[in-house]
């Protein structure tokens, strides 16, 4: 019989004191018991609203279901026929928005914790040799390519072998994964964890060729000339700036410098690795999502003595997952809501020594509605800083659109699709953040697996 009431497993993590001081994993995987006691709470509900708001439709009760029957190499092919990155899923999804937050024991009992089984699953079944890639279908003698290395390219590429095509992956970095690698920190996502994934998409047959730039090693055309389709999930690797007075000051980062530099890099490491990185004692974040509290926690790594996430809207508008902010605010990072940054205030050498504030109070609701942030008139006031990191948000880098004229783009600079999810070149497809702007690993990866569907139609497979 289900336990629905007993207290959700919540697994065990690294003490703040201790974790704020290395890269290591915080959280850690279910023991087998705490792992059986969170299984036992599921219900097995037959509509499963956890796997209807799940964007990849993991079949979650059934999932469940196995885990208490001990056959955890059962339960990972449950989660691998519509996930093939089960290990980061359960580490980096925003459950509480998919399928935790659907969870019909939410309100009384507190959800199921899915993202925690999951982990489990997929850590259990590899370490027992049982995280088994489907068999690919016969092959087809048709060639694909898939540009970029992220979760949207990864789950394209291993449906397209899965249907029996010869799939390539071509990555311009020197590492493949995208965000998973040069973004999320290993303290959230172990580079292990994103290695073993890949293994399994290689172990399926896909090839994987790194340091080939798009746009500038080969062209699109090109490639369409060799290939019989082509997937583009080039991601958003762009990053935005404030456009404020002093942004160009010595201690200004992008989000994305900084993050590249510390966690594909390893700048943490330095001298031991090639990248220096300078973090000065006092640190302001610009910016409340994902990307704000996975610099803001880096740079809490780095030994200042504050770090502060500065958001212009309120606690509750911020788009983080809420276990990034629960664990940026154990570890000792500060938050300063409802302010617009205006400059960043330098010294005579052009080094950072703060950045001007207004504050804000909430007004109307915006488009997507999230209360717009209004300014309150004569409220600046300068907060000292020696290093500022802008995390505001991401675009498409326009390198493979620059070279593809006739590759249709919107004003957002993401690549069009029409009705039907068409790029408006011939045989050219595209996915995940190159479409969306900004999503998340499982947006990309369901866009990832649509479009090999389509990809699969258009070559006439089954
Ligand atoms: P990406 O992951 O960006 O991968 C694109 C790849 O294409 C990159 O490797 C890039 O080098 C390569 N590329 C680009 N141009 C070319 C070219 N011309 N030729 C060849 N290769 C090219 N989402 C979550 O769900 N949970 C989180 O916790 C989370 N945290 C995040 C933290 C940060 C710091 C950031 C920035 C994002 C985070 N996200 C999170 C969002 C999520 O990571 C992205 O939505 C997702 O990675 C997008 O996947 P993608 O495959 O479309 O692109
Ligand atoms: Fe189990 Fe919750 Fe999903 Fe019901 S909604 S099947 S209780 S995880």
């Given at each position: 019989m289900p336990n629905p009431s007993s207290p959700r497993q919540n697994g065990h993590q690294q003490e703040p004191s201790v974790r704020k001081?290395?890269?290591?994993?915080v959280a850690h995987t279910f023991t087998h018991e705490e792992a059986l006691l969170e299984a036992d709470r599921c219900l097995n509900c037959p509509t499963h609203p956890c796997q209807n708001a799940c964007p990849v439709g993991v079949h979650i009760p059934a999932f469940i279901a196995k885990v208490k029957t001990g056959d955890i190499g059962a339960a990972a092919s449950e989660i691998m026929q519509t996930s093939l990155l089960p290990a980061i899923c359960g580490r980096v999804c925003p459950q509480e928005k998919h399928c935790e937050g659907h969870c019909v024991l939410k309100a009384k009992?507190?959800?199921?914790?899915i993202g925690g089984l999951e982990r489990y699953v997929a850590d259990t079944a590899r370490a027992q040799g049982a995280l088994k890639p489907p068999t690919p279908c016969e092959n087809t003698g048709k060639k694909v390519v898939c540009i970029g290395s992220g979760p949207s390219s990864l789950a394209c590429a291993a449906e397209l072998r899965r249907a029996g095509h010869d799939v390539t992956v071509l990555e311009a970095l020197h590492a493949y994964g995208g965000v998973l690698r040069y973004g999320i920190p290993s303290f959230r996502l172990p580079r292990e964890v994103i290695n073993k994934e890949v293994e399994t998409v290689q172990e399926m047959g896909v090839k994987f060729k790194t340091d080939v730039l798009v746009g500038?090693?080969?062209t699109l055309t090109e490639l369409l000339k060799e290939y019989d389709a082509v997937y583009i999930g080039?991601?958003?690797?762009l990053p935005m700036m404030l456009?404020?007075?002093?942004?160009?000051?010595?201690?200004v980062y992008s989000a994305n410098e900084f993050l590249t530099r510390v966690n594909l890099m390893q700048a943490y490491k330095f001298p031991e690795t090639d990248t220096p990185i300078r973090v000065g004692k006092n640190v302001i974040v610009l910016g409340g999502g994902n990307s704000a509290m996975d610099a803001a926690r880096c740079a809490m790594r780095l030994s200042p003595e504050t770090v502060t996430i500065a958001y212009r809207r309120s606690a509750e508008e911020m788009p983080a997952r809420a276990a990034e902010v629960e664990h940026a605010q154990e570890e000792g990072v500060q938050f300063e809501y409802l302010v617009t940054p205006k400059e960043v205030v330098k010294d005579e050498y052009g080094h950072v020594t703060g950045v001007r504030f207004t504050r804000n109070e909430l007004g109307a609701p915006d488009e997507k509605g999230r209360r717009r942030p209004v300014e309150i008139a004569g409220s600046d006031f300068v907060m000292p800083a020696d290093t500022v990191i802008v995390a505001i948000g991401q675009r498409p880098n326009p390198t493979i659109t620059k070279t593809t004229p006739d590759l249709k783009t919107t004003e957002r600079g993401v690549i069009a699709l029409n009705e039907?999810?068409?790029?408006?070149?011939?045989g050219v497809f595209a996915g995940g953040d190159i479409i969306r702007g900004g999503a998340t690993v499982l947006l990309a990866m369901n866009d990832g697996i649509a479009a090999a569907g389509k990809i699969n139609e258009y070559l006439g497979g089954k």
């Open positions: 001081n290395n890269f290591e994993e009992f507190g959800s199921v914790n500038a090693t080969i080039s991601g958003a690797g456009g404020i007075e002093g942004e160009n000051a010595v201690g039907k999810g068409e790029t408006s070149l011939k």
